[in-house]
């Protein structure tokens, strides 16, 4: 789907390079700018820092006069509002709104505001979607939020709800990203290989050797010992790098015993 983020009157530059950096680390790529407060706020060092690579974010972003212009080819249009006003758009986290516009069949949810709660808008799927975000200090005007579809309001503290405005684009592009289907995880560690049957059968002789050395095991009536330790290695799922501390146990108890009995 059609994705715009637009960005109302921003006043400092680190925002805007931020701003492309959260697009661009959820699949995003569409930047709009309506009177940002440097001209040439898209070349600023400060933007380009903070963009932290997102440098074809940057290079596509365009930067235009009006509000109307931004909104070109957009059937949806999310404000992000966290101030009450006496009348407007209705208000919902993006979660519950996402999920709502993306249901292919109505649910029973949204049969019951079939009498006029919500915009009818928010019954259909858009073609196009854009999410707005106001200047640093001020936040949306009430003539943009009133023209909007919906008000989304992301869940926080009551008692300190203040979001920057870099971190709340970040938010609602990650929200919206997992609404459309996400991103796989990427491992942060190689998955470790196990040890075969062969590799514990070694370990076990190797460690009912060490247990008599020390005088643990008796050779003569081992009993169930041996087994047991056989059912607990299984059940760890050794890794082969285990496999080798297990074994240099062994080895060390081995060592010690026989200097006991020289």
């Known amino acids: 789907m059609k994705t715009r983020f637009v960005l ?18 959820m699949g995003f790529e569409e930047l709009v ?8 706020v898209l070349r600023r ?40 006003r006496d009348f407007g758009p209705p208000t919902m986290a993006p979660r519950e709104c996402f999920g709502m516009l993306l249901k292919s069949e109505q ?32 936040g949306m005007k009430n003539d943009d939020v009133y023209r909007c579809d919906v008000a989304l309001s992301i869940p926080t503290n009551p008692g300190f709800g203040s979001l920057n405005l870099a971190s709340a684009i970040q938010v609602i592009a990650y929200e919206w990203r997992l609404a459309l289907g996400g991103y796989g995880v990427t491992a942060a560690t190689a998955a470790p290989r196990l040890a075969d049957a062969r ?32 059912q607990l290695f299984n059940r760890a799922a050794l890794t082969e790098e285990e496999i080798h501390i297990l074994r240099g146990v062994a080895k060390a108890m081995l060592k010690q015993a026989t200097a006991a009995k020289g």
């Open 8 to 25: 109302i009157e921003t006043s400092h530059a680190g925002n805007v390079g931020a701003a492309a950096r959260a697009l661009k680390t």
């Open 33 to 40: 700018l309506v009177r940002p407060r440097w001209a040439n």
């Open 45 to 84: 060092e400060e933007t380009i820092q903070r963009a932290s690579g997102a440098l074809d974010v940057l290079g596509n972003a365009r930067i235009v006069e009006t509000l109307d212009e931004a909104l070109d080819g957009i059937s949806h249009l999310c404000a992000t509002a966290m101030t009450p």
């Open 107 to 138: 649910t029973n949810e949204q049969a019951r505001w079939q009498e006029g709660d919500l915009a009818p808008k928010l019954r259909e799927r858009p073609d196009g979607i854009a999410f707005l975000f106001g200047s640093e200090r001020f």
């Open 199 to 230: 590799h514990v059968a070694g370990l076990l002789a190797h460690w009912e050797e060490a247990l008599v050395g020390i005088g643990f095991l008796d050779p003569e009536a081992p009993k169930k010992l041996m087994p047991r330790l056989n």
